[in-house]
């Protein structure tokens, strides 16, 4: 069973908090969107967090260093496996990496929302979100690990480096020998788990 909280004030339109998944009031979600989401948020950050909690590493939970890229390009690849990764949801992902440029260049607000919408032809409302996402708490630059982790992730699959074991915990591709380490000195054999869970009904396994 997976937890779902609805908060009105989520400028995101989903996200994951300890295994439960955070929605945002006031907002209509498509068909293609819930896959979206349920891959993306339920398939492999949920997924992650109680495979995390099973296995007997604190830091599973807690995460190595530069974790968060990598899990964000797994869980993109993720929607890319679930069909919902389309050239609209590439091009949002790409206008974050922008927003964030124009925000640590200085640009005010409505100077960063210009550029998206006359420079990179974004309409109003998704030039608005993405710079909305850029700009608040005086400035936030985790949008830019999603491209940065996607392009990892699907690199390191294109060379067939195994990428399931993200899905072991907040574990970064750069940490799959370490975590293998450490889980064997706990008794816990190598495995290689699926990416995500593609079946969002089935409890997550190790």
């Known amino acids: 069973t997976v937890r779902v909280h609805v908060h009105a004030r989520l400028s995101a339109a989903a996200a994951v908090s300890g295994g439960a998944v955070l929605l945002g009031g006031g907002r209509w979600y498509s068909e293609?969107?819930?896959?979206?989401?349920?891959?993306?948020e339920v398939g492999f950050h949920v997924a992650?967090?109680?495979?995390?909690?099973?296995?007997?590493?604190?830091?599973?939970?807690?995460?190595?260093?530069?974790?968060?890229a990598d899990h964000e390009g797994a869980a993109l690849m993720c929607e890319v496996e679930s069909g919902a990764f389309t050239?609209?949801?590439?091009?949002?992902?790409?206008a974050r990496v922008f927003a964030v440029d124009a925000m640590l260049q200085?640009?005010?607000?409505?100077?960063a929302l210009s550029t998206l919408r006359e420079g990179y032809g974004l309409d109003a409302t998704?030039?608005?979100?993405?710079?909305?996402?850029?700009?608040?708490?005086?400035?936030?630059?985790?949008?830019?690990?999603?491209l940065r982790g996607f392009l990892r992730v699907s690199a390191a699959r294109e060379q067939?480096?195994?990428?399931?074991?993200?899905?072991?915990?907040?574990?970064?591709?750069?940490?799959?020998?370490?975590?293998?380490?450490?889980?064997?000195?706990?008794?816990?054999?190598?495995?290689?788990?699926?990416?995500?869970?593609?079946?969002t009904t089935a409890e997550p396994t190790i």
């Open 106 to 111: 200085e640009a005010s607000f409505s100077e």
């Open 160 to 199: 067939g480096e195994p990428i399931g074991f993200l899905n072991l915990g907040k574990i970064g591709l750069d940490d799959r020998a370490v975590a293998s380490e450490l889980l064997a000195a706990n008794g816990v054999p190598e495995r290689e788990p699926p990416l995500g869970v593609s079946d």
């Open 32 to 40: 293609q969107e819930s896959v979206r989401l349920c891959a993306h």
């Open 126 to 146: 998704d030039a608005y979100y993405a710079c909305e996402r850029a700009f608040r708490g005086n400035g936030f630059t985790k949008n830019v690990v999603y």
């Open 87 to 94: 050239a609209y949801r590439r091009r949002l992902i790409g």
């Open 48 to 68: 992650a967090f109680h495979r995390a909690r099973r296995l007997p590493l604190r830091l599973l939970s807690t995460g190595t260093a530069g974790f968060l």
